[in-house]
């Protein structure tokens, strides 16, 4: 039956029989092995999301601030980042709440424009130093290691302005700027940096083809030229570290990256080699270069060839000058991975060149079958088994010697469901079993798991229609009351035994 079903349509042919053949990968089973005794557990959040008090205390606009107040009708019912979660104002409530989760880290971002309100070094706002100074030393003091992203997509307006990432001239020595500063202020305290986060959607939202602040389109074009200016960026800071902190400071530096697992569709060689693309031109545009020191071959290679088609004088994809691939290789001291979601890659014969695309470039299929289990986000679905893959396919194509730190993972729903065991804490089970079973089963230097979100938050365009918190919080209440939610305390336990069950065993020896 199914045989007869699958050759009727090849639509069908995808939909139906490629969920069968991935079925038996979804599995409810848990290990019941202890993670490793140094495993950092934490939560991650985005300045943006939580903070709120955009323009307290002499902080100057941010791309997103400028969205919020110049298109209100791309934030659902005035639901943006002005007041947030209030965080600017409540450093001591979300401490105490991290406490008790006891989780041993906080990844958090500064907001470029709170503490340089004209982007450039000339006009330092000590009060918006002041503010995170606090909120590294009350972590500390809470024995919480601070993991710090320096950009989570909220550059200053003025930045963008004057060209923002495309600029290559701009954003490149102001960024250096700022990430020499933040070492200066706050480099003896935080021994956990990443410059940038997910480098692929600042680049291909902000730059190509829409969804993130600034939201400026040049498709095929834009994100390769942003993404540019954005690793040479995070390499010079790198060496920068290397040259005038590392020393004395001896912490590691990284940048955030992320990616959805794409998974072949089938065992057809085409389409192994369809998924290994996809992969290289989302996760290794951005890890090869700072692992190896250039764009991945294929990328580079394909867009090449896209371009002369489209009678393009050179390549859309920019190249590294020798000084720069080697500034840029080795620029890490851990790899990262924000992890949501897989979806399986299949074959696709290249479209003609026509209009410049960052997905024609790839050209591979990727879907998700009909059956794999939904949220209320159309991209995601829940594929705790992806999350295994996924890590294994870095150490396999990066090396994990330096460790592989999960900077990102959590569940969407519309953030009114308290009793969230079964969903969000089943979620963050299943994928964490699996990546338990990448350190025990496969061997994966997987270092440790940042939970996304302490609490609700912005979801950026979204507002507070989607949210991943395990904590609840109030955005009609000027108190901004925080209740936690039955994966809070799971979590809670996760994070406090080590263990995803009631009991475990003792991992074996490594
Ligand atoms: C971003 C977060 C966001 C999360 C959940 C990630 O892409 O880094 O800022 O909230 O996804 O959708």
Redesign the pocket.
């Known amino acids: 039956m199914l045989v007869a079903t699958c050759v009727l349509s090849i639509i069908f042919l995808l939909e139906s029989c490629s969920g069968d053949r991935f079925s038996h990968l979804f599995s409810e089973d848990v290990s019941n092995i202890s993670f490793p005794d140094d495993f950092l557990w934490g939560y991650a959040s ?1 300045a943006y ?1 939580v903070e709120g008090g955009w323009d307290a205390d002499g902080k100057s606009e941010s791309v997103w601030d400028y969205d919020a107040h110049n298109h209100p009708d791309w934030f659902p019912e005035g639901q943006n980042g002005d007041v947030a979660c209030d965080a600017y104002h409540k450093t001591d409530v979300d401490i105490a709440l991290l406490k008790y989760q006891g989780v041993k880290a906080y990844r958090f971002s500064i907001a470029w424009p709170r503490v340089l309100p004209t982007g450039r070094i000339d006009d330092i706002n000590e009060k918006g130093i002041q503010y995170y100074q606090d909120l590294i030393s009350k972590l500390k003091a809470n024995n919480i290691e601070p993991i710090v992203t320096m950009h ?1 997509w909220d550059h200053p307006r003025v930045i963008e302005e004057q060209g923002g990432f495309l600029n290559e001239s701009l954003i490149i020595p102001a960024f250096l700027e700022y990430a020499t500063l933040l070492w200066e202020r706050f480099g003896d305290d935080v021994k956990w940096w990443t410059t940038f ?2 480098p692929k ?1 600042t680049c291909g939202g902000g730059y190509d083809y829409g969804s993130v602040s600034p939201n400026r389109q040049d498709p095929g074009r834009g994100g390769y030229i942003c993404a540019h200016n954005l690793l040479r960026a995070h390499a010079k800071a790198y060496k920068i570290y290397n040259e005038q902190f590392r020393a004395k400071q001896n912490g590691k530096v990284s940048l955030v990256m ?1 990616t959805s697992w794409y998974e072949p569709a089938s065992d057809d060689p085409k389409d192994i080699e369809a998924a290994q693309r996809k992969n290289l031109f989302n996760y290794g545009w951005f890890a090869h270069p700072v692992v190896y020191g250039d764009y991945p071959e294929v990328m580079r290679e394909r867009i090449a060839e896209r371009s002369r088609l489209q009678n393009l004088s050179e390549s859309r994809l920019p190249s590294f000058t020798e000084e720069e691939k080697a500034e840029l290789k080795g620029s890490y001291d851990f790899l990262t991975i ?1 992890m ?1 979601s897989t979806e399986l890659a299949k074959w696709r014969d290249d479209e003609p060149a026509g209009e410049p695309s960052i997905y024609d470039d790839t050209s591979v299929t990727t879907y998700q079958p009909d059956d794999w289990e939904k949220t209320i986000t159309s991209w995601f679905k829940v594929v705790p088994w992806g999350a295994r893959r996924e890590v294994v396919w870095i150490r396999d194509n990066y090396g994990d010697d330096k460790g592989i730190l999960v900077t ?1 993972n ?1 569940y ?1 729903d519309d953030g009114n469901n308290m009793t969230d065991l079964g969903t969000r804490g089943r979620y963050h089970k299943l994928y964490l079993s699996n990546i338990n079973d990448a350190i025990y089963k496969d061997g994966v230097n997987v270092i440790g798991y940042m939970a ?2 302490l609490m609700n ?1 912005v ?2 365009y979204s507002g507070w229609q ?1 949210n ?1 918190g395990h904590y609840h919080v109030d955005f009609y209440s000027d108190e901004r009351t925080r209740t936690p939610k039955e994966s809070a305390g799971y979590y809670r336990k996760v994070v406090t035994t080590n263990c995803l069950v009631d009991d475990c065993e003792a991992p074996p020896k490594r």
């Open positions: 985005a999301q989570h986060n997910e959607q992320d924000n949501y990102e959590g969407h996304w979100s938050d979801e950026w989607i991943l």
